[in-house]
């Protein structure tokens, strides 16, 4: 599918990015994997050539150029830039959270995905389009699912894709986010490893119709969709990728089989 395909992933150090950066290079791309973790020299671990690892702040414009240009120099051009690092920021309030950490947060979260689109987006017009995805949440799309400083920081990277799309017009480069709903990666593992250790791990995702968490390789499998000829026609939309969690307003949720009261 990405044959002669060359894709970017930034937080491909674990979880969501490092399975998709995986998951592209099976597809047949070349791969520029990105991480301000060393970790990040696992994920590409036995592509062999197809496949280069790049220590680098993803909220650092130098950075984000430098991994451009990296995957120009190294493999020619770049089709695909799926701007994924993010930092949760913890859960705080509005009122905790100081605006130092409200800098940090949207740095990395939002100003990294603006500058990814911002380097990215006129190399991949340069080979005639392609595609650029960001990671959203569904902490983006109301109050619920995350600390103040994540959620509005998701809430403008899905305002950001749209704003994008229409600026890149007829430059046949499509922009489109994700969604992802509670997902076991590196931001979330320390909630996953304490309902394990307690024996509660039945009670993660319990909140949306699936009755389940989610797998990194669950939104890698969204992403390559997004990304590909496939969804030629899919442009400035926020994917949801959740079990369902926001389809629906807290309610008494009837169980299968079972009367509702």
Request: charged share 15%; with cysteine; proline share 3%.
């Amino acid at each position: 599918m990405f044959q002669n395909k060359v894709v970017v992933v930034t937080g491909a150090g674990s979880g969501i990015g490092r399975a998709s950066a995986q998951l592209f290079a099976q597809a047949g791309a070349r791969v520029v994997a990105c991480d301000i973790s060393a970790a990040v020299h696992e994920t590409v671990a036995g592509m062999g050539d197809g496949a280069v690892a790049l220590e680098m702040d993803a909220g650092e414009e130098a950075d984000v150029a430098r991994a451009v240009a990296l995957a120009c120099e190294r493999f020619g051009g770049i089709d695909v830039f799926y701007a994924n690092a993010g930092i949760s920021g913890g859960a705080s309030g509005i009122f905790e959270t100081s605006a130092a950490l409200w800098a940090e947060v949207l740095r990395v979260n939002l100003i990294g995905p603006a500058l990814a689109i911002k380097h990215a987006a006129p190399r991949i017009a340069e080979r005639g389009g392609g595609a650029i995805l960001c990671t959203a949440s569904v902490a983006g799309l109301r109050s619920g699912a995350g600390g103040a400083a994540y959620s509005a920081s998701k809430a403008g990277v899905i305002n950001l894709v749209q704003t994008a799309a229409q600026q890149l017009s007829t430059s046949n480069v499509r922009v489109n986010a994700i969604c992802p709903g509670l997902i076991e990666t590196g931001m979330t593992q320390r909630a996953f490893e304490h309902a394990r250790e307690v024996g509660k791990e039945d009670r993660l995702g319990r909140l949306n119709p699936l009755r389940r968490a989610g797998a990194p390789e669950e939104i890698a499998r969204v992403a390559l969709f997004l990304a590909s000829d496939g969804a030629s026609y899919v442009n400035g939309q926020a994917w949801v990728v959740d079990g369902g969690l926001s389809s629906s307003h807290p309610v008494t949720r009837q169980e299968f089989g079972k009367p509702a009261f």
